[in-house]
């Protein structure tokens, strides 16, 4: 069965769910999540607000965002526009005492794009060993995990994890993960194997490597390409005052190198290694970072366009300046922000002049925010960005101005 049509087979039961739920909206009441500090980034998918129903097993959530943008490219612009990028509904149940599921489905610029992004099934045995399976988010950097619009500041999603981690992207599979607590000090492991990349992410319209082109086979959701499974782990350490740090790596073969006992081609691999860290200083400003580095075998036929290494990441800096009751809202903030990005789609230099391979780009994004609570946000962001391609020639530069709002319900 196509990933599309069970995706519309199961949406009418999710609107069902939906309506039943807002029947009994009379009776809902918020889930508290748990807000203390031994929240770590592969807690996000369940610390999130739901709206459960008396002893209705099911509960209800989700976000939603809408912006508007004016961009300037080099002196050029196509003037002002709107869009709703997603809007995601989650459904979540305790079905037993330690047995668990939640879902994550999002609408996509409009309804362009309709995705199943989490439906797993935990099962907890121990802190240390729980078992997950259905479709997972693979644990690879923080973002992926934590990639909520109302979490952040910033309209746009950091460019490194969304063009070298192709967030979000998730996959179905397997596997366990845990942690344990000693004093100060929270670790925490996650292990999965799911269905994996394909031979896109270098046969694709762009002309470069590119691993969100992976999101395009719409049938990894039902069979594994090759049948080499992507390989998933992190591991994370929080200390309570100071903060989190990850370390994770996934690796997969993306090519098909047999088909039917007939050897195509060698094995071809991807190798994917990122590092996050996120610390609050003062409980006034919060830092948040990840940096990803991809290493991939390219066959020779390939020109020097398809890079074999790819880099980049993103450093948010958020200062809150205000707190106190505004316009009615309690603990409503304004806060400061800055985003640095940096991302290199091709490290390394041409074979014949020993010249640098650019094909790069960085951005600066200053931003001021408005929350109303924790859960929502009115954000407005100046980007400035340069782009150079891949010969070095002088950097396209790209301004403008976006505002944002969003929000769980």
Do not use: C
């Not at 782009?387 to 944002?404: F, H, R, S």
Request: aromatic share 12%; glycine share 8%; no cysteine.
């Amino acid at each position: 069965m196509k990933t599309s049509t069970f995706i519309y087979k199961n949406l009418k039961l999710l609107f069902l769910i939906i309506f039943l739920g807002m029947g009994a909206s009379v009776m809902a009441q918020q889930i508290s999540n748990d807000t203390t500090d031994l929240q770590m980034n592969m807690d996000a998918v369940y610390n999130r607000p739901f709206l459960q129903a008396g002893s209705f097993p099911v509960a209800l959530g989700g976000y939603v965002e809408a912006h508007g943008q004016y961009f300037v490219t080099d002196g050029i612009s196509e003037g002002i526009s709107f869009k709703i990028p997603r809007m995601t509904l989650f459904v979540s149940s305790s079905i037993l005492d330690r047995i668990k599921f939640l879902s994550e489905i999002e609408f996509e610029e409009g309804t362009k794009e309709i995705n199943i992004e989490f439906a797993a099934l935990d099962f907890e045995f121990h802190p240390l060993f729980n078992l997950r399976g259905g479709i997972i988010m693979n644990p690879i950097g923080a973002f992926n995990q934590n990639h909520d619009g109302p979490n952040w500041e910033f309209v746009d999603r950091p460019i490194s994890a969304t063009t070298i981690i192709p967030s979000t992207f998730s996959n179905v599979g397997f596997g366990f993960h845990g942690k344990t607590y000693r004093k100060q000090w929270v670790w925490a492991y996650e292990a999965y194997l799911t269905n994996g990349f394909n031979d896109q992410i270098i046969a694709n319209s762009e002309g470069r490597t590119w691993l969100p082109a992976a999101k395009e086979n719409v049938d990894r959701f039902e069979e594994n390409f090759n049948a080499v499974p992507l390989v998933t782990l992190k591991t994370a350490i929080r200390h309570r005052q100071i903060g989190e740090i990850g370390l994770s790596w996934m690796g997969d073969v993306y090519n098909k190198y047999e088909e039917d006992g007939l050897v195509l081609d060698t094995k071809r691999r991807l190798d994917v290694f990122a590092i996050d860290v996120n610390t609050t200083i003062k409980k006034k400003m919060n830092i948040t970072g990840e940096w990803v580095w991809a290493f991939l075998d390219i066959p020779d036929t390939y020109s020097q366009q398809f890079g074999t290494q790819q880099q980049g990441g993103f450093v948010d800096v958020v200062y809150t300046i205000i707190k106190r009751k505004m316009l009615g809202w309690e603990n409503a903030k304004v806060n400061l922000a800055v985003r640095l990005e940096h991302v290199d789609y091709n490290v390394g230099s041409f074979n014949e002049t020993g010249a640098i391979i650019h094909d790069d780009l960085q951005a600066i994004v200053p931003a001021i925010s408005f929350r109303p609570s924790a859960q929502t946000v009115i954000r407005a962001n100046y980007r400035y960005m340069w782009e150079t391609d891949l010969l070095g020639n002088p950097p396209v530069k790209t301004a403008g101005i976006e505002i944002g709002v969003s929000s769980y319900f």
